[in-house]
């Protein structure tokens, strides 16, 4: 992907909890796919954020989330792809419902929730059931969808009439039709591999929508949690801005070299690495909103 159209990469090494080197008030839209909590993939992560149950885990998020609000400028929409966790703990197996805690906790930092999209999986195993038999009661539904929660932050953004940013990311009807429907059924698209194993990166399309739906060309576009970097690449593709922060430093030396080999834009190194291992974030917010709060 060589650019010469001016597009400009930062990549910061560093923790979304604080997102320091990233000025308030200056980025359009957050897209973003944070570790889920409760997948196993991400315990030795979670762990070594400091947080070992799932109030924890939640909390790291949420932390997150704060810091998103903060560096979107107002009426930037925050985009999160989570999905819910099965697992079995203490003999006991339920559901983890991660979106749910993840709606309540960015409301009661302030942002005010949008309509979401149920991103509906391909999946290999059609027949996959958890249960025996045919006989009820005591098998479970199939957890083939994740969530693309959105936000704003305060009322709608306001724009000058004729902005001719806004008419150069306009979109088709047809795309208009299929990408604000609320379940997303048409998405292919093999997840990334990286040095780490199963990096747990979304189909490009997904960031793709996303960024042509809710910010214009020339706009800044956040990924808080890059992994591979789908958004950031997604972003620079459409014609925006792209920050992303990875913690993680294989990972981050990672994405930096694919940035640097596949000639993604202009790169900016964006700051050094924040948070120290385990290290409190900034103190939240008291809680807006309806004033609920998880974790
Ligand atoms: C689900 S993956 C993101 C995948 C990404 N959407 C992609 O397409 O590659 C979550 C990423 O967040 C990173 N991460 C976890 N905690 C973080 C933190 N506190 N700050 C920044 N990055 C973090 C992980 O190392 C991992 O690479």
């Given at each position: 992907m060589p650019r010469s159209n001016g597009a400009r990469l930062r990549l910061i090494h560093g923790d979304a909890r604080r997102l320091d080197p990233v000025a308030t008030g200056s980025v359009h839209l957050v897209v973003t796919s944070p570790p889920y909590p409760m997948i196993p993939q991400w315990d030795g992560l979670f762990r070594r954020l400091g947080a070992t149950d799932?109030?924890?885990?939640?909390?790291?998020?949420?932390?997150?989330?704060?810091?998103?609000?903060?560096?979107?400028?107002?009426?930037?929409?925050?985009?999160?792809?989570?999905?819910?966790?099965?697992?079995?703990?203490?003999?006991?197996?339920?559901?983890?419902?991660?979106?749910?805690?993840?709606?309540?906790?960015?409301?009661s930092i302030g942002f005010r929730p949008l309509p979401y999209i149920l991103w509906k999986k391909p999946t290999n195993k059609p027949n996959a059931f958890l249960g025996s038999g045919f006989v009820p009661p005591n098998a479970y539904v199939t957890l083939d969808c994740e969530y693309v929660l959105l936000f704003r932050k305060g009322p709608l953004r306001r724009l000058p009439p004729h902005?001719?940013?806004?008419?150069?990311?306009?979109?088709?009807?047809?795309?208009?039709?299929?990408?604000f429907s609320q379940v997303w059924a048409d998405i292919k698209g093999a997840p990334q591999q990286s040095a780490r194993g199963r990096s747990g990166a979304f189909p490009a399309t997904v960031p793709e929508r996303l960024v042509r739906m809710f910010s214009l060309v020339g706009e800044t576009v956040l990924d808080p949690f890059a992994g591979t970097g789908t958004t950031a690449r997604a972003a620079l593709e459409a014609g925006r801005q792209a920050i992303a922060v990875e913690w993680d430093d294989v990972t981050y030396r990672e994405l930096h070299a694919r940035a640097r080999r596949e000639r993604w834009g202009e790169i900016t190194p964006g700051g050094a690495r924040g948070g120290a291992r385990g290290a409190r974030p900034r103190r939240r917010r008291p809680a807006g909103g309806t004033g609920a709060r998880t974790g």
């Open positions: 799932y109030a924890g885990m939640l909390r790291v998020l949420s932390d997150a989330w704060e810091e998103c609000h903060r560096v979107l400028v107002p009426g930037g929409i925050l985009a999160v792809n989570i999905g819910d966790a099965l697992r079995t703990t203490d003999g006991e197996f339920r559901l983890w419902p991660n979106h749910a805690h993840t709606l309540s906790a960015a409301e902005d001719p940013a806004r008419a150069a990311s306009r979109y088709s009807r047809a795309e208009r039709d299929r990408w």
